[in-house]
């Protein structure tokens, strides 16, 4: 590197870095400024799987799916590790230069997957990645009431109405009932004091 004017590796990896910034930060901008801002309510409002949401969003879920997710990423993650030792351990040169290199580096890596398989051997034996599906138990409750009622109310056919109708309907008459009280949903009462 006799010409100072030359970049040097790292001011290379400098100018790609600061490109990439850049070109992030201007898509951005231009996203914000060229797109449409009209809001309407069906925009506003969650959106799940093109379902209309119900229901809490506070779900129990089993640790399970957490557990045999971080399993997965230990063992997809260590797979990394071992791509860059293949490459260095074919490597003639080092082999030439020691020749206890080649068993060295088999031995290491014999550690490492060692500890990888003692790790999931653990895992394997405390139960965390064996998937357990739970034993479906119908609930007996003994009550006065004949099962054939039950039959009854379930076989029986049932007009589905439009919940939105019926809240907007529901909305409406509170509105109207407020609007004529003047101005309070309701009236208070209040104890007399002796």
């Not at 790609?16 to 801002?37: D, E, F, H, N």
């Not at 993650?77 to 206890?100: H, K, M, Q």
Request: aromatic share 12%.
């Amino acid at each position: 590197m006799d010409d100072p004017a030359q970049l040097s590796e790292y001011g290379k990896i400098l100018l790609i870095a600061i490109v990439g910034i850049l070109l992030v930060c201007v898509t951005i901008l231009l996203a914000r400024i060229l797109s449409p801002k009209k809001p309407t309510p069906e925009k506003l409002s969650t959106y799940e799987c093109g379902e209309e949401t119900t229901g809490n969003a506070w779900v129990q879920i089993n640790p399970r799916f957490y557990v045999i997710a971080l399993v997965f990423l230990l063992f997809d993650v260590e797979l990394i590790f071992v791509f860059p030792w293949a490459t260095v351990f074919g490597s003639s040169e080092l082999v030439a230069a020691d020749g206890r290199w080649g068993w060295f580096t088999l031995v290491e890596m014999g550690m490492f997957l060692g500890i990888l398989v003692v790790g999931l051997v653990y895992v394997w034996k405390r139960g965390d990645i064996s998937w357990i599906k739970p034993a479906h138990i119908q609930p007996r409750v003994s009550v006065g009431i004949p099962a054939t009622a039950y039959e009854q109310l379930n076989n029986k056919k049932y007009q589905v109405r439009d919940y939105k109708e019926t809240v907007s309907s529901e909305t409406d008459d509170t509105n109207a009932k407020v609007a004529r009280s003047g101005g309070l949903g309701f009236r208070p009462k209040f104890k007399k004091s002796n």
